[in-house]
């Protein structure tokens, strides 16, 4: 079993930044990949980016591409989201999540574990 906790989220103006981080414990996650998802008010919960497990393989989704950053420190067990440039669009309560795979996994279902989230506020 792998556990993720997420933190690093919170209220931030139009225009700032934050880093989102994701905790693991149970299992070494160097030979998972590692994604972040977010669910906005009112939306179904969609791919934001992933990261293999070497951390040489990265994929963004259109609407944070170049924006965002995923990153990963395996000595750590512990992924990052650095978000910048944020709009108000990107509030969500944002998930990291752990696939037992190798390459990057765009797909939800294939990821095994999820943490609770965090929620991130960006007012205009």
């Known amino acids: 079993q792998v556990q993720l906790v997420e933190s690093g989220g919170g209220l931030v103006q139009a225009g700032g930044s934050l880093t989102l981080s994701c905790a693991a414990s149970g299992r070494p996650i160097n030979n998972y990949a590692m994604g972040w998802f977010r669910q906005g008010p009112g939306k179904e919960r969609e791919f934001v980016t992933t990261i293999s497990g070497s951390g040489g393989s990265t994929l963004f989704a259109d609407s944070v591409k170049g924006r965002f950053t995923i990153s990963r420190d395996n000595a750590k067990n512990t992924a990052y989201l650095r978000m910048n440039s944020l709009k108000p669009e990107d509030t969500a309560v944002y998930y990291c999540?752990?696939?037992?795979?190798?390459?990057?996994?765009?797909?939800?279902?294939?990821?095994?574990?999820w943490g609770q989230g965090t929620q991130v506020t960006v007012s205009s």
């Open positions: 999540a752990a696939a037992f795979t190798r390459g990057v996994v765009v797909n939800p279902a294939t990821y095994n574990y």
